[in-house]
């Protein structure tokens, strides 16, 4: 999967000439948190979150008046708050790195660029979350078997034959390291089998079961 099959193609973007109070009240507008900043060209030149614009927001303690206020307000540029040193990414960038380079860099959304430096779409992480959703099957109803497996060839072929011949139809698998490196965890969500059935057929082929519901 890649970026590009998860991506939002029409990001909200804006000028970095437009006063932060501005582009406060576009990202509330629009529900975001995150705006490329693009010049007229289209091309990318930085990025403001929101955080960004309410620290340069005044404080709500503040004796100004609103006029003061607007005044103020209205001489402060995006591109005086935003981040001009932007990580970016592109399309056809794995779904699985982007992920990686937010959680490494500690931040919530990469902007897509082309070649030119345009932007073409940003991807956020809540899209990254309704995929991790997708994958573990958590929108579909099913038995939920959490596994240890021995780390031997065949093992899974094993596993997924027993619940095919079970009657089972596996509607999302997951596996993560294990306790050493013997072994691995698997998570399987499988439909049309009883969870009583399904721990049978399983619990042969596997060093053990760690969970089982429905789900």
């Known amino acids: 999967m890649l970026v590009k099959d998860r991506m939002s193609r029409r990001p909200i973007v804006c000028s970095p000439d437009l006063p932060v109070g501005e582009a406060l009240d576009q990202m509330k507008r629009e529900h975001i948190r995150r705006m490329p ?52 990414i592109t399309e056809d960038t794995p779904l699985e790195d982007a992920a990686r380079i937010m959680v490494d860099n500690k931040i919530g959304g990469l902007p897509v660029v082309n070649a030119d430096n345009a932007v073409i779409g940003i991807i956020t992480e809540t899209d990254i979350f309704k995929t991790f959703l997708e994958v573990l099957g958590a929108r579909k109803k099913g038995v939920r078997v959490t596994t240890l497996v021995a780390d031997e060839k065949g093992q899974f072929a094993k596993i997924t034959r027993a619940i095919a011949d079970a009657g089972g139809n596996i509607i999302a698998m997951v596996d993560l390291p294990g306790a050493d490196s013997t072994n691995y965890e698997v998570m399987f969500k499988v439909i049309d089998v009883p969870k009583d059935k399904l721990i049978e057929v399983i619990k042969a082929h596997v060093i053990s079961i760690k969970d089982a519901r429905e789900a």
């Open 37 to 88: 900043i693009v010049d007229k060209h289209g091309h990318l030149v930085g990025i403001v979150s929101e955080k960004d614009l309410l620290h340069a927001s005044p404080s709500p303690a503040t004796s100004l008046s609103v006029w003061e206020i607007t005044y103020l307000m209205s001489k402060i540029k995006v591109s005086d708050v935003m981040t001009k040193k932007v990580i970016t």
